[in-house]
């Protein structure tokens, strides 16, 4: 092992373990073994809350979902200004000091994992199905771990170019001993469906594991069912949908609820959550003083009777604009994300599949079983297919409702739905006075974000990004 690697590799589990808050209840133990030998360690680095915490803020920051005031805009922060150069689709994004939470943290959270599939089988104590499924385990965060990269450094996948196009360094073991090229989109999405297969073919991985944030194989099949939608593989991914919903199937009903969707307590306690996902802003608010707000498209989509919206947003315009709720952590203002795989998203995966071949009925139904669940009974109404609007249409809108600041999917929609002219769209970025301050065309090289000057020093072998 290179010494500089093994510093990065001692630092990561170092940083792993001295910020680990244990989601079951157990106080985190300072003298956790950094050399996992034992089947009970290996179980201990799986028990970690943060694992389930990634941060994918900017991912959302491209999408059509958000708005950035004019108040941040004009700041001249250049300490943060990688979140106004995300926004704007800026030519340049970041600084030379700059480093980049998503990539880092990433392949931060993908080590430990890595170690683990090294080493479980040989492992101290536990018994074979034991370590079979903190391996699957492994192997499904580790799949979520590189879906979210491959399709934000990435190209969307096509089937007749993910052979050529880059997506991200596909680092399989903590002992590498070279820098890593990017690897192709199809060798990173080869390496999702091995991974999610093995969990899925492993008989003792059980439906759920012991918390949301160990997976089992509903989490499996739903990470399948979402990365074969990427892949617009709509049979694959019905199958993968209808083999999470078998197992779960439950709705959470806002209304009778309070419903909050954003510490990992609250997805513990959400009937519909497959496996949890969550990310506690406070960087951005205390920099700027500021929350961010729901673009008019998206708030116009929700309209302020969906309790999506009533959950999520102020429910007083501010210039226009619904601000994103401020949450206190700590007695720290903060804004918390909700990226969790769910019950809701598989019902979407399977509308949009069976729309797309056809049973448009069947589709719609689903979709009115969902938002039976996120309207108060006296402001419900059914959809219904009418001219010039068929299911499929009907499906993007509520997945749009049900998904947005979801660390990236609806940019990752934005990617794939661009290649259909029926969906394509140019997007446009406008202040308080409605003056247009950005655009981005459909399929623009500025929907992939681009690696950090660091990244690129520290690894002369990964290749930029153009925008």
Same mark, same amino acid.
């Given at each position: $092992?290179?010494?500089?690697?093994?510093?990065?590799?001692?630092? !990561?589990?170092?940083?792993?373990? !001295? %910020?680990?808050?244990?989601?079951? *209840?157990?106080? @985190?133990?300072?003298?956790?073994?950094? *050399?996992?030998?034992?089947? %009970?360690? &290996?179980?201990?680095?799986? #028990?970690? !809350? #943060?694992?389930?915490? @990634? *941060? +994918? /803020?900017?991912?959302? &920051?491209? %999408?059509?979902?958000? =708005?950035? %005031?004019? +108040?941040? /805009? *004009?700041?001249? #922060?250049?300490? $943060?200004? +990688? =979140? /106004? #150069?995300? =926004?704007?689709?800026a030519p340049m994004v970041w600084q030379p000091s700059d480093d980049d939470a998503m990539y880092n943290g990433t392949y931060k959270l993908i080590l430990p994992m890595n170690i683990i599939l090294d080493n479980i089988e040989k492992a101290d104590g536990g018994t074979g199905e034991q370590k079979a499924i903190i391996k699957a385990q492994a192997c499904i965060n580790r799949a979520y771990y590189y879906l979210q990269l491959a399709n934000i450094y990435g190209p969307d996948y096509q089937s007749a170019s993910a052979g050529q196009d880059l997506a991200v360094p596909l680092v399989l073991h903590p002992d590498a001993t070279e820098q890593p090229r990017r690897k192709t989109v199809k060798e990173v999405y080869d390496q999702i469906l091995t991974d999610l297969q093995l969990a899925i073919n492993t008989p003792s991985l059980p439906d759920f594991g012991v918390d949301v944030i160990h997976p089992g194989k509903a989490a499996a099949y739903a990470m399948l069912a979402r990365t074969y939608l990427l892949m617009s593989d709509y049979e694959k991914a019905l199958a993968a949908a209808d083999g999470a919903l078998k197992i779960k199937s439950v709705l959470l009903n806002y209304e009778s609820t309070a419903y909050k969707p954003f510490t990992l307590r609250d997805q513990e306690e959400n009937p519909e959550v497959l496996l949890a996902r969550v990310y506690i802003d406070q960087s951005y608010v205390r920099q700027f003083n500021d929350a961010i707000y729901a673009s008019v498209s998206l708030s116009d989509l929700l309209g302020t009777k969906d309790l999506r919206f009533v959950a999520n947003f102020e429910t007083w315009p501010t210039k226009n604009h619904f601000r994103y709720e401020q949450y206190s952590d700590n007695n720290i203002p903060s804004m918390q994300f909700n990226y969790s795989l769910t019950v809701a998203e598989m019902m979407l995966i399977k509308a949009e599949c069976l729309a797309r071949k056809g049973a448009g009925e069947s589709s719609v139904a689903l979709l009115n079983q969902l938002r039976q669940s996120r309207f108060k009974k006296a402001d419900y109404t059914p959809l219904t297919v009418s001219p010039g609007e068929d299911a499929l249409t009907l499906v993007l809108k509520e997945r749009r409702r049900e998904l947005f600041f979801h660390g990236g999917l609806r940019l990752f929609d934005l990617k794939r739905l661009n290649r259909d002219p029926r969906f394509k769209q140019d997007l446009t970025r406008v202040n308080s006075k409605d003056s247009v301050i950005a655009t981005l065309p459909a399929l623009s090289p500025r929907y992939l974000m681009p690696f950090t000057p660091k990244v690129i020093a520290n690894n002369p072998a990964i290749i930029q990004n153009q925008r």
């Amino acid at each position: $092992m290179k010494p500089t690697f093994r510093l990065i590799l001692v630092i !990561s589990l170092v940083l792993l373990v !001295s %910020s680990c808050k244990k989601f079951l *209840n157990v106080r @985190p133990d300072n003298t956790t073994n950094l *050399n996992p030998r034992t089947v %009970s360690d &290996f179980e201990e680095i799986l #028990n970690n !809350s #943060n694992l389930a915490t @990634p *941060n +994918y /803020m900017l991912a959302d &920051f491209a %999408s059509d979902d958000v =708005y950035l %005031s004019d +108040y941040v /805009m *004009n700041s001249g #922060n250049t300490t $943060m200004a +990688y =979140y /106004m #150069n995300t =926004y704007a689709w800026a030519p340049m994004v970041w600084q030379p000091s700059d480093d980049d939470a998503m990539y880092n943290g990433t392949y931060k959270l993908i080590l430990p994992m890595n170690i683990i599939l090294d080493n479980i089988e040989k492992a101290d104590g536990g018994t074979g199905e034991q370590k079979a499924i903190i391996k699957a385990q492994a192997c499904i965060n580790r799949a979520y771990y590189y879906l979210q990269l491959a399709n934000i450094y990435g190209p969307d996948y096509q089937s007749a170019s993910a052979g050529q196009d880059l997506a991200v360094p596909l680092v399989l073991h903590p002992d590498a001993t070279e820098q890593p090229r990017r690897k192709t989109v199809k060798e990173v999405y080869d390496q999702i469906l091995t991974d999610l297969q093995l969990a899925i073919n492993t008989p003792s991985l059980p439906d759920f594991g012991v918390d949301v944030i160990h997976p089992g194989k509903a989490a499996a099949y739903a990470m399948l069912a979402r990365t074969y939608l990427l892949m617009s593989d709509y049979e694959k991914a019905l199958a993968a949908a209808d083999g999470a919903l078998k197992i779960k199937s439950v709705l959470l009903n806002y209304e009778s609820t309070a419903y909050k969707p954003f510490t990992l307590r609250d997805q513990e306690e959400n009937p519909e959550v497959l496996l949890a996902r969550v990310y506690i802003d406070q960087s951005y608010v205390r920099q700027f003083n500021d929350a961010i707000y729901a673009s008019v498209s998206l708030s116009d989509l929700l309209g302020t009777k969906d309790l999506r919206f009533v959950a999520n947003f102020e429910t007083w315009p501010t210039k226009n604009h619904f601000r994103y709720e401020q949450y206190s952590d700590n007695n720290i203002p903060s804004m918390q994300f909700n990226y969790s795989l769910t019950v809701a998203e598989m019902m979407l995966i399977k509308a949009e599949c069976l729309a797309r071949k056809g049973a448009g009925e069947s589709s719609v139904a689903l979709l009115n079983q969902l938002r039976q669940s996120r309207f108060k009974k006296a402001d419900y109404t059914p959809l219904t297919v009418s001219p010039g609007e068929d299911a499929l249409t009907l499906v993007l809108k509520e997945r749009r409702r049900e998904l947005f600041f979801h660390g990236g999917l609806r940019l990752f929609d934005l990617k794939r739905l661009n290649r259909d002219p029926r969906f394509k769209q140019d997007l446009t970025r406008v202040n308080s006075k409605d003056s247009v301050i950005a655009t981005l065309p459909a399929l623009s090289p500025r929907y992939l974000m681009p690696f950090t000057p660091k990244v690129i020093a520290n690894n002369p072998a990964i290749i930029q990004n153009q925008r």
